[in-house]
């Protein structure tokens, strides 16, 4: 079957870095998205890789592995206003879309 | 550009019921997706309809269904609820759809509760 791994919850401090890692297992992948919704929010896209290796949006980068069907969004210089659920999702040739269940990030302060 | 709109935005319907969502892509989108999110089995996708067509079906019961008409905007239609059709119904719209790994814009959602 079809499906993406991810921790379901991760806690850090404000300033500092968090990583979220994503395994996936989806037939003909061609890519991996993130993305985040705050509480009562929609999801909102954070970044995409199609290709191995980093792929840096301002203070989030994301990193795939096709390899090792592995992936990561990396957080740095936390902020408050980061908390909320991280979702990252696999792109397949059946032309679907697989979201992991997500990894709520509580920041403190 | 206005968002992605869903209306309506809060539901309560009883069992047995049916009932219709609506979603308004962003001016442009030709691909709208549909997603269902509870707290136990997360996002899962539904369908997508690009340019009036339905292109991919997800793994839910005949019951769910929907079209797309000619101006993008999408509609999503539950026969006979079930208390298990409690969810944030999701829709996103993006300019080629899925088959090309497009970012998704998401609407608010339609919290539909099954009584």
């Known amino acids: 079957g079809q499906s993406l791994e991810q921790p379901s919850e991760v806690t850090a401090v404000e300033g500092a870095i968090v990583q979220i890692n994503c395994t996936y297992q989806?037939?003909?992948?061609?890519?991996l998205s993130w993305y985040q919704q705050h509480d009562g929010g929609a999801p909102t896209f954070l970044s995409y890789?199609?290709?191995?290796g980093l792929e840096e949006t301002g203070r989030f980068s994301s990193f795939l592995s096709r390899s090792d069907s592995y992936g990561y969004l990396l957080l740095q210089e936390l902020q408050m206003k980061d908390s909320a659920s991280y979702f990252c999702?696999?792109?397949?040739?059946?032309?679907?879309?697989?979201f992991g269940k997500g990894t709520k990030l509580s920041v403190k302060p | 550009k206005a968002g992605v709109t869903q209306t309506p935005r809060y539901l309560i319907k009883t069992r047995g019921q049916q009932v219709t969502l609506s979603c308004s892509p962003i001016?442009?989108?030709?691909?709208v997706s549909w997603y269902q999110q509870t707290p136990g089995q997360g996002l899962q996708f539904l369908f997508e309809?690009?340019?009036?067509?339905?292109?991919n079906k997800g793994n839910f019961p005949g019951r769910f269904s929907g079209r797309q008409f000619s101006n993008s905007r999408s509609e999503m239609n539950v026969s006979t609820l079930e208390l298990g059709d409690s969810a944030l119904y999701l829709c996103?719209?993006?300019?080629?759809?899925?088959?090309?790994?497009?970012?998704?814009?998401f609407g608010p959602g339609t919290r539909l509760t099954v009584l």
């Open positions: 996103a719209s993006s300019t080629a759809g899925l088959e090309s790994a497009d970012t998704q814009y």
């Open positions: 999702a696999a792109g397949g040739s059946q032309g679907n879309l697989i």
């Open positions: 890789n199609a290709l191995d």
């Open positions: 001016s442009g989108h030709r691909s």
């Open positions: 989806t037939s003909g992948f061609y890519g």
């Open positions: 309809y690009f340019s009036e067509t339905q292109r």
